[in-house]
């Protein structure tokens, strides 16, 4: 089968892998539709995160074409999403459901250590339905299914904040991380969303996903006017935001981060001291939160909307990849593998 394959800095290529089979207790999916997610493009940019020769992809929709035999819940025809992580199952965090903090996560995973879904088919290993694989109902599209995987980024983000109705949250940075992070915001009843970045494509999404927006940081003060920020999302993996984030968020506020950064910041703990701000990260989701997302399409509280805002081929990677870079004119490029019809 063909898929692409990461061989180093900007550089896909197309080729013949091996066919992926199906263990005891795996499926084999035909990948209908694969987001490229922000950090794919550190990889692609930086080398960050994974080997020349790993497939990525790891926001994905597919068929189900063979399932293993101790696989319960899901069967060959069924339409699903999956989480990538996998987990090593006997780590203390796993022991405690935290499976996107366990060590090996991160090297085990689909598209992180095992072939990911840029490519015709995908193996999912150790098939749990409702724990790692997600049915999809049939009125709920391949391309939005897709959007689970950085919806359950933003559950995960938000639901690390205690009080969320009636707050008012400050979105740095509106790719599609910050989107979804509006979208779960709006969903758990936040008073005021505001996000701020400076492609007009963004602002666009996001105001039709129920945000208000500011072009740029120069106007969040007068957006504000006398209102205090609760809680900033920082999504934006610019050093400058993650430091004006300090002094935007309240007394007592939280600041979430979710972006990943590919430079050192430098900052004074003492406004952290003085404000009593607390500095929370969040990666990936746990499986709950992956079900949440699941649920939260499904029941169309949150929605694809304007998020795909172009479809490649998979000969295409590379044109799809230069496209995702283009913050004016990208928010999610996906790659459908099977044909872009
Ligand atoms: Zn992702
Ligand atoms: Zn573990």
């Known amino acids: 089968m063909k898929a692409a394959v990461f061989k180093g800095i900007e550089q896909l290529a197309v080729e013949d892998v091996p066919e992926p089979e199906a263990g005891p207790d795996d499926l084999v999916v035909s990948v209908a539709v694969c987001g490229i997610?922000?950090?794919?493009?550190?990889?692609?940019?930086h080398g960050s995160f994974v080997q020349p020769g790993q497939i990525m992809g790891h926001e994905f929709v597919g068929s189900v074409i063979a399932a293993g035999d101790n696989v319960q819940g899901l069967q060959v025809g069924d339409r699903v999403t999956a989480s990538p992580i996998v987990p090593c199952g006997h780590c203390a965090r796993c022991a405690e459901g935290r499976f996107n903090l366990c060590a090996e996560a991160w090297t085990t995973g689909i598209a992180y250590g095992r072939p990911g879904a840029f490519a015709e088919r995908l193996r999912i290993p150790n098939a749990v339905a409702g724990q790692n694989v997600f049915k999809l109902p049939d009125h709920v599209s391949d391309e939005t299914g897709a959007t689970a995987e950085p919806l359950a980024v933003a559950v995960h983000a938000v639901r690390l904040v205690p009080e969320i109705e009636g707050t008012t949250a400050l979105v740095l940075g509106l790719g599609t991380i910050g989107q979804q992070v509006v979208q779960v915001l709006k969903?758990?009843?936040?008073?005021?969303?505001?996000?701020?970045?400076?492609?007009?494509?963004?602002?666009?999404a996001a105001r039709e996903f129920g945000a208000e927006t500011v072009d740029g940081m120069d106007g969040v003060a007068a957006a504000l006017g006398d209102a205090e920020v609760d809680v900033v999302f920082e999504c934006s993996g610019v050093p400058a935001l993650a430091t004006a984030a300090l002094g935007l968020v309240k007394g007592g506020g939280t600041i979430v981060v979710l972006a990943l950064y590919d430079d050192e910041i430098s900052f004074n703990p003492t406004a952290l001291v003085q404000q009593e701000i607390k500095l929370q990260g969040s990666i990936a989701y746990t499986s709950d939160d992956f079900a949440e997302a699941v649920r939260l399409l499904t029941s169309g509280e949150a929605k694809v909307g304007p998020l795909i805002t172009q479809r490649e081929a998979l000969a295409s990677v590379m044109d799809a990849f230069a496209v995702q870079l283009e913050k004016d004119r990208s928010l999610k490029v996906v790659v459908r593998p099977n044909g872009v019809g």
């Open 37 to 45: 997610c922000g950090s794919d493009l550190h990889t692609y940019q």
């Open 187 to 204: 969903a758990y009843g936040a008073g005021r969303v505001i996000g701020v970045d400076i492609s007009s494509l963004r602002l666009d």
